[in-house]
């Protein structure tokens, strides 16, 4: 007669639990046990257990853990690529004989600075798991977005707005950092050289508003719809330049000094669609963002 005991436990060993792979992921990418559990939906508890097994299925440690911290091992950074690899196999397969797979094109709308982040990973992982659905893109300005958005032109759009609107599905709060040449001062009498984006920018708002308040004076030094080209006049010399946080470590791009310019407030990233509630292919596409992106931001740029 068969054991079914040590045929259940065998069974155990050949074969990995997805949903062990994808609690394992989220603290890999977070390391931080509260945050995978938001981003997954469960319980800090469950997320905890479902690593505890994979490791105890594996035979290694994946995550160094400490009352203070958490972080990879050799074998939980090996693991995670992998890991990657097998859910997407395993979405692509259900998306392939799913009787009901969604099919049609999402015309998406995105800011360019999203494009020097994670965010096509991320569009990557949805293409593998939704074979039958096409993008196309459509970089711009997040105002220019929205009105695109408005006039049924663009399915979706992703960028920033300010944390005072509503519109949209709120993926992440992101710091606001002034970039400026390195070795450059800002005396309380001179005017501040402003580098933006035409009217209408969020961050160009948000640093105009925030000279004001602080009551220093400004003047527009060099605008451009392209974030590269005002990178390129920031280091050109031509003045300081008000971006997210996440592109401190773009081409070390420098950035001034806490205090040295008045500090701004946080901004949101989001992604919108037309309707109030997300339906059909847009709404798996965001729900994909949403549990893609990490609840907290340590580093958003790849690595």
């Known amino acids: 007669p068969i054991n079914m005991v040590s045929h259940i436990g065998m069974k155990d060993q050949m074969h990995l639990d ?17 945050s995978a559990a938001q981003s997954q939906g ?53 998306s392939r004989f799913r009787q009901e797979a969604p099919r049609g094109t999402i015309r998406l709308g995105v800011t360019e600075d999203l494009l020097l982040t994670r ?22 300005l997040s105002a220019y977005l929205a009105r695109l958005l408005d006039q049924g032109e663009l399915d979706v759009w992703c960028g920033m707005r300010r944390t005072t ?23 309380a009498e001179q005017s501040i050289p402003l580098v933006t984006f035409p009217d209408g920018s969020v961050t160009r708002r948000l640093a105009i508003e925030t000279l004001n308040k602080a009551g220093r004076a400004w003047h527009l030094a060099f605008t451009s719809g392209s974030l590269g080209a005002l990178l390129a006049a920031v280091r050109a010399g031509y003045g300081v330049t008000p971006q ?7 081409e070390h791009l420098p950035h001034c000094a806490p205090g040295l310019l008045p500090e701004m407030p946080q901004v949101e990233f989001i992604a919108s669609t037309r309707h109030q509630t997300a339906q059909g292919p847009e709404e798996l596409l965001i729900r994909t963002l949403c549990a893609r992106i990490p609840r907290l931001q340590p580093d958003l740029l790849p690595l």
């Open 119 to 140: 965010f096509p990973e991320i569009l990557g992982t949805f293409r593998a798991s939704h074979p039958s659905l096409q993008i196309t893109m459509t970089v711009g």
């Open 244 to 250: 997210p946080a996440f592109l401190r470590n773009a």
């Open 165 to 187: 609107e509503t519109r949209g599905q709120k993926l992440w709060t992101e710091d606001m950092r002034w970039y400026a040449p390195t070795g450059t001062e800002f005396p």
């Open 42 to 94: 469960v319980s800090q508890s469950t997320i905890s257990q479902h690593v505890s097994r994979l490791e105890e299925q594996l035979g290694t440690r994946l995550l160094a853990r400490s009352t203070k911290s958490v972080r990879l091992t050799e074998d939980g950074t090996a693991l995670i690529g992998l890991a990657r690899q097998l859910l997407q196999c395993e979405d692509s397969i259900l």
């Open 18 to 34: 997805p949903f062990h792979l994808q609690s394992f992921l989220a603290v890999a990418e977070t390391l931080h046990f509260t």
